[in-house]
């Protein structure tokens, strides 16, 4: 079975304004929903406690939280995790609060509610370490992409690692983005999602990047936009179907992984597609603007010594 | 032409022979079992012996019992066995061993001492309590600063030297002692110096008086917040190791600078854990001022020179001599006696310094009144919710000296509930510096059953869904690759079983990724040597060609990917490091399971053929 038996001829370089203002507007979009709509940052980062317990038979979320209130627990979130038998229960930092003794206290008003309800898991972070993490994490964003611009660099030229690095950013907004307006919890998990997908999306532009080298040397009459639009053209079946395999496995876990894993593989699945985008369209598109030319991609030792003979 | 070299595929089939066989222990599921452990001692091969006979008596069998690293598993069949062999050992051998409820693997006894394991689970997998506790690295150098004072006045009073004032500035990390005139300065310096050698004082003039001070060193304070984690990590593996906290394999780790990370796994409810772990208690000796009374002390607030005012458990105030016999730095051994002829009792040995002061002091105060204070020390947070340290003195017991003593006595009067805390803590000494709760993740062992059957569903899935879509779509070579996936997926397990990273919900995650990953480099290669066939290239030539072309993209997309992988490592909390863990790993063994084992596979397949007009791709 073969998708591409003929190697596609996309004219990618031509209509790339267009892309750019998709990109323009799911960037502005998804920046726009993060600063307005704000993220849900998940207990790692803003402190507090979460527990989540299972009743045996659905409750009325309603009485549960009456429940709380009633017994003096202040600021609490009730809410499904799941199914409507599991319960999950978030309370704001309080200095006082001990966990274990807190996830015994909702237990207790819940058993009011429902004598079967088992206490599933508790979570108590304190306000000192969820800033830290935030931070933590915020470094370990810059640091990869620090990291994976220098060896985008050391591989390629600058022009492409701008184009590269332009494209790797645009896929971790977008998923940011994803995350604000769905209103998921944003915790530890979802940043390492955020982190793969910086990994797995620089992962097929680099491959592109590759192929433009390639032809680059090989087709020396194309112009450079030719080279690009060709290149794109041969590594698209590949690009498609490995992304679509990956796919696959991300939404088996996204399907059975359960709540725990929801947010995370949510945020693979959007960055793979986001990320399958931008390496087609904005990647080799950024740095053809940003003035790449074919000279530019010859190996440095060929080069020279044509200068000095002056050829073109 | 394929010409895959055969050194190649032999070293293909010999990781897989060696993968397969570390993977193996991973197929023999788990059993209940407990866990024995006995206290301050590793458990001998005779309390082995003694233990089987115990069980055999009351016709329970384990199905298997083994001696690792000083701890005593026995497994069971049965929960029923599980649970009565616990209260028959209970009973038989009271308070000799911590029983813990757990899990063991069936592993075979030949690989087992081979060092071979099942994969452990993280405690989101298993269960269990996560504890992240501060260690008060700044109080730690307090103390420090506290005990220079404490010294000073000590020689200063010791060598009858007469100074105006020791004062401690924390914010400075300094201690200085003031004199009238510089005779006495050098008299004073003399004395410290010849008590403690090392002492590197310098002379300052504090308001036209002359003094010097002692200024710790930033390698000093280094050294004793160092100091102070390690300390407190040492403790808190005593007290997660007595027998009065069962608790099975608790591992206590450090954690960046000032942090300690405990990890008790199949642990329930944390409270009590949690209760004996933020602990420092301490003893201390002081002989009982039986020339003043108390209650006048108590009653006009004047306590007379030399001494000090303390209360006993019932309020009762006490006066105690000032100078301390011995402190509980000094003590090597605490054990509860529920039954001494004098009611509930703690027995406590003194290290040799202890012990000759205790000697020194029975023989010149032999039937005066001896008092042991206990310390408590404790942070809470104030109405403020400011933290605060608080220390709580009582005279839990005051004695007659009936005879003379070192190294060994009793102290009684405690109450037998309190005693054997007491004990605990005694043994388990106190603490370096206080330690705060910070982060705390407790998970119920139904949800960790929960998250193990939901990510192996995910996880089979998955790899069903891309080996379906491989075979369909590259046929032959689409078999292949799943062949290298299932390779990949061994191997993985393999790595992790002997590397010992606990594998957790997010771990599990990324072994799903690495799957994509595996597929990824062979799309890659069968991509490309697709398209050298539609360029005319004869089959043999598009394999060589698809292998080598595809290698450079190859490394590139996993080395971006590892970049990702190595910086959560460093990131390093507690669930993301779990999955970069795998991710990591998992690179490693696709690359070379995607690359190297398909080759490997294809030149079994196609290189024998002497003609090769097609490919089943």
């Not at chain 1, 030319?293 to 200068?307: C, I, M, N, V």
């Not at chain 2, 022979?17 to 193996?24: D, E, M, Q, T």
């Not at chain 2, 642990?267 to 020339?291: C, H, P, W, Y």
């Amino acid at each position: 079975m073969e998708f591409f038996h003929k190697v596609t001829r996309f004219p990618f370089m031509n209509t790339r304004k267009v892309w750019y203002g998709l990109s323009a507007l799911l960037i502005v979009t998804s920046v726009g929903l993060a600063l307005i709509r704000g993220l849900n940052l998940g207990v790692d980062f803003t402190g507090g406690v979460v527990v989540e317990t299972n009743f045996p038979q659905a409750p009325n979320i309603e009485t549960l939280r009456a429940g709380l209130a009633g017994a003096g627990v202040a600021g609490a979130q009730v809410q499904a995790f799941g199914s409507s038998r599991d319960i999950l229960v978030r309370l704001p930092p309080d200095p006082n609060a001990k966990g274990d003794q807190i996830g015994a206290h909702v237990l207790e008003i819940f058993a009011k509610t429902d004598s079967g309800v088992k206490l599933q898991r508790t979570e108590v972070v304190g306000p000192q370490v969820g800033q830290e993490l935030f931070v933590k994490g915020g470094w370990a964003l810059f640091a990869t992409l620090a990291l994976i611009l220098i060896y985008v660099l050391f591989r390629f030229t600058p022009k492409l690692a701008l184009g590269a690095i332009f494209a790797v950013l645009h896929d971790p907004i977008c998923v940011v983005g994803f995350f604000a307006l769905s209103q998921m919890t944003f915790d530890l998990t979802a940043i390492s999602a955020v982190l793969a997908v910086i990994g797995y999306s620089l992962n097929d532009t680099v491959i592109v990047f590759d192929r433009i080298r390639e032809r680059a040397r090989t087709a020396r009459k194309l112009s450079i936009a030719q080279v690009i639009d060709e290149s794109i053209n041969q590594t698209l079946s590949r690009t498609i179907m490995t992304k679509l395999v990956t796919l696959l496995v991300v939404v088996a876990l996204l399907i059975f992984g359960g709540e725990t894993l929801r947010g995370f593989s949510a945020a693979l699945v959007i960055g793979i597609i986001a990320g399958t985008y931008s390496s087609i369209y904005i990647s080799s598109a950024l740095a053809l603007d940003l003035g790449l030319r074919t000279d530019d991609l010859l190996e440095r030792k060929a080069a020279k010594p044509e200068e000095i003979d002056g050829l073109p | 032409m394929i010409g895959y070299p055969r050194w190649k595929i032999a070293l293909v089939a010999i990781v897989l022979v060696i993968g397969i066989f570390l993977a193996l222990p991973n197929l023999f599921g788990e059993e209940n079992a407990l866990q024995l452990a006995a206290d301050r001692a590793a458990v001998t091969d005779a309390d082995r012996t003694a233990v089987v006979q115990i069980l055999k008596d009351k016709s329970v069998t384990p199905s298997g019992v083994f001696l690792e690293q000083g701890r005593l598993t026995l497994r069971f069949s049965s929960k029923q066995d599980q649970l009565k062999a616990r209260d028959v050992i209970a009973e038989a051998r009271p308070n000799q061993f911590t029983i813990a409820l757990s899990q063991a693997s069936r592993v075979p006894p030949w690989m087992r001492s081979l060092g071979m394991a099942p994969v452990k689970l993280g405690l989101d997998l298993r269960g269990g309590v996560y504890l992240v506790y501060q260690v008060d690295v700044q109080g730690a150098v307090k103390q420090l600063l506290d005990r220079r004072e404490q010294d000073f006045r000590a020689s200063l009073r010791n060598a009858r030297v007469a100074y105006q004032d020791v004062a401690v500035d924390y914010s400075q990390n300094r201690v200085r002692v003031l004199f009238r005139d510089a005779e006495a300065l050098a008299k004073g310096r003399a004395a410290i110096l010849s008590d403690n050698r090392n002492l590197n004082l310098t002379d300052v003039t504090v308001a036209v008086m002359p003094a010097f001070e002692l200024l710790l060193t930033p390698q000093e304070i280094k050294e004793r917040q160092d100091y102070a984690v390690s300390q407190n990590i040492v403790i808190l593996r005593n007290r997660l190791n007595s027998p009065e906290l069962a608790v099975s394999e608790p591992q206590v780790a450090r954690e960046g600078v000032d942090r300690i990370a405990i990890q008790l796994p199949g642990l329930q409810n944390s409270a009590e854990v949690k209760k004996i772990l933020g602990k420092t208690a301490t003893l201390e000796f002081r002989m009982v001022d039986e020339n003043n009374n108390p209650l006048e002390a108590a009653g006009t607030g004047r306590v007379p020179l030399g001494s000090k005012l303390y209360y006993t458990r019932d309020k009762q105030p006490v006066l105690l001599k000032r100078d301390v016999v011995v402190t509980g730095d000094q003590l090597t051994d605490a054990t509860f006696q529920p039954n001494t002829q004098d009611g509930a009792a703690v027995s406590v040995g003194l290290d040799s310094r202890g012990a000759a002061k205790m000697l020194k002091n029975t023989q010149e105060n032999l039937g005066h009144l001896m008092a042991v204070v206990f310390i408590d020390r404790s942070r809470e947070k104030n109405a403020q919710g400011v933290e605060v340290d608080r220390t709580t003195e009582e005279v839990i017991n005051r004695a007659t000296i009936r005879g003379v003593f070192s190294n060994n006595f009793q102290i009684t009067g405690v109450n037998p509930i309190e005693g054997r805390e007491l004990a605990l803590l005694l043994r388990a000494g106190g603490l370096a510096a206080p330690l705060t709760p910070i982060e705390e993740r407790a998970i119920g062992p139904s949800l960790g059953q929960d998250n193990i059957d939901k990510g192996i569903k995910a996880m089979v899935f998955g790899m069903l869904a891309a080996f379906i879509f491989m075979g369909i779509y590259y046929r032959v070579f689409g078999v292949i690759a799943d062949i290298a996936l299932a390779a990949n997926v061994v191997l993985l397990t393999a790595l992790l079983s002997m590397v010992g990273v606990a594998l957790t919900l997010p771990g599990i995650a990324a072994v799903v990724l690495t799957v994509g990953m595996a597929v990824d480099a062979n799309i890659l290669i069968y991509e490309r040597i697709r398209e050298e066939l539609r360029n005319g290239v004869t089959p043999r030539a598009a394999i060589a060609a698809g292998f080598e072309r595809a290698l450079s993209a190859i490394t590139d997309s996993n080395f971006t990917a590892l970049i990702a992988g190595i910086v959560l490592l460093s990131f390093g909390s507690g669930p993301i490091r779990g999955f970069a863990y795998v991710l990591v790993l998992g690179i490693g063994t696709s690359v070379f399971t995607s690359v190297m084992g398909s080759h490997a596979l294809v030149q079994i397949i196609y290189g024998g053929r002497r003609k090769l007009d097609r490919l089943s791709i």
